[in-house]
């Protein structure tokens, strides 16, 4: 998937995907509170502690938007034209609908790489799901991973590990995480085994979240 359909595929997402959400009970949707929001990068270490582009559904707005051409911190990642979108519907507060889209990727100097990135999460009244989420041209650790499971992860020997397409189930709505670095390190036992790992940071490459609650 090249950056043109990747940006194509989540505008279609952004403007057209909230005039199809199917409506609940009616006394569901007078009840009913639509979330949203969504991220291109983040990184949380001892030392940075960095989200960007980002977009949150506003109270009382129908659309949020972020965009950034590059993201880059040093040593961790960079990506290219990154985008993140919002919607909600706040007619019944029916449904919500989230989306980050990215360019090229590179991780860890390299470590993981991906042509584009697209994160998607979509909530109604009593169900969600990640349909239109995608990875293009994933590789880790010099190995390519197509199309992987919900969930999948992967060890990175000397590094942590990765989780690709994280769902995560929410209150009302879900969260999806597309490339999800756990950084760890070692815990040395008093002759020096290894004991343990002990978590030293994330870094998120494309997150959405909605719910609808």
Known sequence: MNNES????IRFAGLVLPLMWTSGSVAAQMQATARASSYGVSVSTATVNQKSPAAVLPAGEMMATDQASDVTVDGLVSV???FAIVNGDLTDGSGAVS???LGAVNVLNGLITA????AMASSTVG?????GSSLANLVVNGVSVDDPAPNTRLD???VGYVVLNEQVPTSGGIT????HVV???PVLGVLGGVTGYQTTGDIIVGSASSSVN
């Open 127 to 131: 169900t969600s799901d990640a349909e």
């Open 176 to 179: 999806v995480n597309m490339i």
């Open 156 to 158: 990175l020997p000397g």
């Open 80 to 82: 290219q034209d990154a």
């Open 115 to 118: 042509d584009g990135v697209v």
């Open 183 to 185: 950084l760890q390190q």
């Open 99 to 101: 989306s980050a889209t």
């Open 6 to 9: 990747i940006r194509a595929a």
